[in-house]
C-alpha cells in the first residue's frame, strides 16, 4: 500500500484532530476538570478485603464484586501480572489468592490450583516480598517476628540524622510512619482458613553479605532484641508523636497522599491505637475510600476495583495543553473552565517539602483532587504551561504563573536536576534496609521531571535565568550514551526521550545540536515497522526490551512530540502520525491495553486512561501547525 500523499495525509490528520478534540470535550466534568481513569493491579482489590476483614467491616457484596474483577484479571497461566502483558507476579498471585479464598474459593478449583502451582515454583510465601508479609502477618500466616523491625521511635530523629522519615520519598514516608506502629504491635486476627499450601519450608533469601548489609541485620536483631524487653522507655511517646503526624497529614478526602498504601496503613495505625471505626478520622478515611471504586455492570455481574490514585490535576492540565495544541482558542469555554479550575487548585500551604526548603513560599499543584500536604513538581510544570497560554483570558494566571515558577525553581535540587515531591531527596543508605524490597523509596531528580521544568521555564522566557541553565546541564549530562533519556514517571526511554527533545528546543538548543541529533536517530531506529512506537515496561529491568514493544498510542505521540519539534517533515514523523490516525477509533479516542506509566520502575506500573488521549490530540495539533495547517 503506497504513502499517502501530503495533501491526504493532511486532510486525514485535520479530521483525526478533529474527532479527537471532540472527544475530549466531551468528557469533560461540568466543574472543568477531566480524570480518566488510573489502574494498577489487584493487590489494590485484595488488600482494600483484607483491611476490612481485619477491621471487621467487610461487606459480602463488597466481597462478592472484589473477588469477581480479581478472577477476571487472573492469566491462563493462574497468575496475576503488575501490568498487560506482564510476566505473572509471585507477590500480586499470593495477594489475589488470598482475597478468592477469602470470597471462598476452594484451593481445589482449577484457577487456584493454577495460581498455587506459579506460587510453590517461584519459592512460595517465603519468596514474597515484605508488604505481602506483612499482610499475610495481620492474619497470623507469617510470624511478625521474621519481618525487619520498623520501631515508631523512628519519628523521633531529627530531619538532619540519617534514615530519619525525611530521608524517605513522600509516599514511602507517608506509608512507613504508621507501619512502625502496625509492625511494633504486631496484631494478629485469623482467617477462616490458613495458607499453608502456599509455603514451601525454604526460606530462598540469600544471607546478608557487605559492610552496610551485615550492619543493618545486626542493626535489626538488635531493635528485635529491644522489642522483646518488658520496658520500652519513651515507646508511647513515640506512639502519640506518630500518631499525631499522620493525623496531621490527613486529606480533605479522608486520605492520606492521595494514593492507597499510606491510606490503608495510616488506617490499620490509628486503630490498633485504639481509635474508635467511628472517631472522625477513620470514618473520613473509611468513607473517603468509596470515592476511588469504580463499580462496572457485566453480563457476569458487578466488578467492584479500587483505583490506587487519582488524576485530575495532572489529566487536566495535560488536556488544556492538548486543546491548544489542536487549535482550540484559549478562548474556547473548555478551555476556560479547565483553567478556571487549575487556578483554583493552587495550593498555598506549606507541606513537608519545606523540612528542606524552609523559606520558600507555598505554591505548586497536586496530582489529586486533595494533597495539599504533597503539591509535585510535574504537576507544577505542566500546569504553568497550560496557565501561560491562558494569561490573556484569565487576569488571574498571571500571578499564579510567578508563584507556581518561583515554587518550582525553589524546589530545584543542588545537582541542579528535580524530582518528583522534594529537594535533595537522594540519601541512598535508605535503600539498603531490609525493610525496603518494593519500590523506589527515594525521590532524586530524573530527566523526565526536570525536562518538563526546563519546557516551562522556556516558554516562560526564563531560559536565561541560573535555575534553567543549571538544569538544562542536568539534563544535558543524563542523557545515555545511546542517545536517549530515561523515563522515571512514564514507560520508558520512549517517554525520556520525548520529554528532554522538547525540553532542550525549549531552551534555545539547536535542532542540529549533537544531543538532539542522537536523540533523533535512536527514536527513529526505534520506530516500529507498523510505524508506531512502543516500550514494554520489562525495559526498566531487561535491556533487551529498551525501547522496544507494540505500538500505542500514547508512546507514539511521545516520539512524535519529539521529532515534529525538530523536523516535522521526515519519513519518521509522518509514518507515526499516519499510524496514530489509522489507529484512532470512530469516536475520537484510542484503545490501549498497554500499561504506559510507571509508580516505581520494576515494581509497579500504571495504566492512565486519559494518556492514549491527551498526547495523541497534542502531536496531531502540532504536527497540523508545524506544517502549517489550520485545523
Known amino acids: 500500500m503506497s504513502a499517502p500523499t501530503h495533501a491526504e495525509l493532511t486532510d486525514s490528520v485535520a479530521h483525526a484532530t478533529m474527532r479527537a478534540r471532540d472527544h475530549l470535550v466531551g468528557r469533560q466534568a461540568p466543574d472543568g476538570w477531566w480524570k480518566g481513569e488510573l489502574r494498577t493491579n489487584v493487590t489494590m482489590d485484595a488488600e482494600d478485603l483484607l483491611l476490612r476483614q481485619f477491621l471487621g467491616i467487610l461487606r459480602p457484596d463488597q466481597l462478592d464484586e472484589a473477588a469477581r474483577w480479581i478472577?477476571?484479571?487472573?492469566?491462563?497461566?493462574?497468575?496475576?501480572?503488575?501490568?498487560?502483558?506482564?510476566?505473572?507476579?509471585?507477590?500480586?498471585?499470593?495477594?489475589?489468592?488470598?482475597?478468592?479464598?477469602?470470597?471462598?474459593?476452594?484451593?481445589?478449583?482449577?484457577?487456584?490450583?493454577?495460581?498455587?502451582?506459579?506460587?510453590?515454583?517461584?519459592?512460595?510465601?517465603?519468596?514474597?516480598?515484605?508488604?505481602?508479609?506483612?499482610w499475610l502477618a495481620l492474619f497470623g500466616e507469617w510470624p511478625w517476628d521474621e519481618l525487619p523491625a520498623m520501631p515508631p521511635e523512628l519519628i523521633l530523629l531529627p530531619s538532619w540524622v540519617p534514615l530519619n522519615v525525611y530521608d524517605w520519598a513522600c509516599w514511602a514516608r507517608q506509608t512507613v510512619v504508621p507501619i512502625t506502629i502496625v509492625a511494633t504491635m504486631q496484631p494478629t486476627r485469623p482467617l477462616p482458613f490458613t495458607l499453608t499450601e502456599l509455603r514451601t519450608g525454604v526460606d530462598p533469601r540469600p544471607a546478608t553479605s557487605g559492610l552496610v548489609a551485615t550492619a543493618f541485620g545486626v542493626l535489626d536483631r538488635v531493635l528485635k532484641a529491644y522489642h522483646r524487653l518488658p520496658v520500652h522507655p519513651g515507646r508511647g511517646f513515640a506512639y502519640r508523636r506518630a500518631a499525631e503526624w499522620i493525623v496531621a497529614r490527613q486529606e480533605a478526602d479522608g486520605g492520606w497522599g492521595g494514593i492507597q498504601p499510606p491510606w490503608v496503613y495510616s488506617i490499620l495505625a490509628l486503630h490498633l491505637l485504639d481509635y474508635p471505626l467511628e472517631h472522625p478520622v477513620l470514618t473520613a478515611a473509611i468513607n473517603g475510600l468509596e470515592g476511588f471504586l469504580i463499580r462496572q455492570q457485566t453480563t457476569d455481574g458487578v466488578l467492584r476495583r479500587l483505583e490506587a490514585c487519582q488524576s485530575p490535576v495532572w489529566d487536566t492540565c495535560l488536556a488544556v495543553t492538548a486543546l491548544l495544541d489542536a487549535g482550540a482558542p484559549p478562548d474556547a469555554a473548555p478551555v476556560v473552565r479547565a483553567g478556571r479550575w487549575l487556578l483554583d487548585e493552587e495550593i498555598r500551604v506549606t507541606g513537608d517539602w519545606a523540612v528542606r526548603r524552609p523559606g520558600l513560599t507555598p505554591s505548586g499543584w497536586a496530582f489529586e483532587f486533595a494533597n495539599d500536604i504533597y503539591p509535585d513538581i510535574d504537576d507544577?510544570?505542566?500546569?504553568?504551561?497550560?496557565?501561560?497560554?491562558?494569561?490573556?483570558?484569565?487576569?488571574?494566571?498571571?500571578?499564579?504563573?510567578?508563584?507556581?515558577?518561583?515554587?518550582?525553581?525553589?524546589?530545584?535540587?543542588?545537582?541542579?536536576?528535580?524530582?518528583?515531591f522534594d529537594a535533595d531527596n537522594t540519601r541512598r543508605?535508605?535503600?539498603?534496609?531490609?525493610?525496603?524490597?518494593?519500590?523506589?523509596?527515594?525521590?532524586?531528580?530524573?530527566?523526565?521531571?526536570?525536562?518538563?521544568?526546563?519546557?516551562?521555564?522556556?516558554?516562560?522566557?526564563?531560559?536565561?535565568?541560573?535555575?534553567?541553565?543549571?538544569?538544562?546541564?542536568?539534563?544535558?549530562?543524563?542523557?545515555?550514551?545511546?542517545?536517549?533519556?530515561?523515563?522515571?514517571?512514564?514507560?520508558?526511554?520512549?517517554?525520556?526521550?520525548?520529554?528532554?527533545?522538547?525540553?532542550?528546543?525549549?531552551?534555545?538548543i539547536a535542532a542540529e545540536n549533537p544531543s538532539i541529533r542522537r536523540a533523533v536517530r535512536w527514536l527513529?531506529?526505534?520506530?516500529?515497522?507498523?510505524?508506531?512506537?512502543?516500550?514494554?515496561?520489562?525495559?526498566?529491568?531487561?535491556?533487551?526490551?529498551?525501547?522496544?514493544g507494540q505500538s500505542t498510542p500514547s508512546q507514539t505521540?511521545?516520539?512524535?512530540?519529539?521529532?515534529?519539534?525538530?523536523?516535522?517533515?521526515t519519513t519518521a514523523v509522518e509514518r507515526g502520525v499516519t499510524?496514530?490516525?489509522?489507529?484512532?477509533?470512530?469516536?475520537?479516542?484510542?484503545?490501549?491495553?498497554?500499561?504506559?506509566?510507571?509508580?516505581?520502575?520494576?515494581?509497579?506500573?500504571?495504566?492512565?486512561e486519559m494518556y492514549r488521549l491527551v498526547f495523541p490530540l497534542s502531536a496531531l495539533g502540532r504536527f497540523m501547525t508545524a506544517r502549517g495547517v489550520a485545523e
Not at 505542566?382 to 515554587?407: C, N
Not at 542523557?479 to 512514564?490: I, K
Not at 505521540?557 to 517533515?569: E, R
Request: aromatic share 12%; glycine share 14%.
Open 557 to 569: 505521540a511521545w516520539a512524535l512530540l519529539a521529532l515534529i519539534g525538530v523536523d516535522s517533515g
Open 524 to 548: 527513529e531506529e526505534h520506530q516500529n515497522a507498523d510505524g508506531g512506537w512502543g516500550e514494554d515496561l520489562r525495559s526498566y529491568a531487561d535491556e533487551a526490551w529498551r525501547g522496544r
Open 71 to 134: 478472577r477476571s484479571q487472573q492469566r491462563d497461566d493462574g497468575t496475576w501480572a503488575t501490568f498487560h502483558g506482564g510476566p505473572g507476579d509471585l507477590s500480586v498471585t499470593i495477594e489475589a489468592y488470598a482475597a478468592l479464598r477469602l470470597a471462598g474459593d476452594s484451593p481445589d478449583q482449577r484457577h487456584m490450583t493454577r495460581a498455587r502451582a506459579f506460587v510453590i515454583a517461584q519459592g512460595g510465601i517465603e519468596a514474597s516480598r515484605v508488604f505481602t508479609r506483612i
Open 579 to 608: 499510524w496514530l490516525v489509522d489507529a484512532q477509533r470512530p469516536d475520537g479516542g484510542w484503545d490501549e491495553e498497554y500499561y504506559t506509566g510507571t509508580g516505581f520502575p520494576g515494581d509497579f506500573y500504571i495504566s492512565y
Open 429 to 508: 543508605l535508605i535503600e539498603r534496609l531490609p525493610f525496603c524490597d518494593f519500590g523506589a523509596v527515594i525521590d532524586p531528580p530524573s530527566a523526565d521531571v526536570t525536562a518538563h521544568v526546563i519546557e516551562m521555564l522556556g516558554h516562560c522566557g526564563l531560559v536565561d535565568t541560573n535555575a534553567a541553565r543549571r538544569g538544562l546541564r542536568w539534563l544535558i549530562d543524563a542523557q545515555e550514551t545511546d542517545g536517549s533519556w530515561f523515563g522515571r514517571w512514564g514507560a520508558n526511554y520512549v517517554y525520556g526521550t520525548g520529554a528532554a527533545v522538547p525540553a532542550l528546543l525549549a531552551a534555545g
Open 380 to 420: 507544577a510544570a505542566e500546569v504553568v504551561l497550560g496557565l501561560f497560554r491562558l494569561t490573556d483570558v484569565l487576569p488571574d494566571a498571571a500571578a499564579a504563573i510567578e508563584r507556581g515558577t518561583l515554587w518550582t525553581v525553589g524546589m530545584q535540587s543542588r545537582d541542579g536536576g528535580w524530582a518528583a
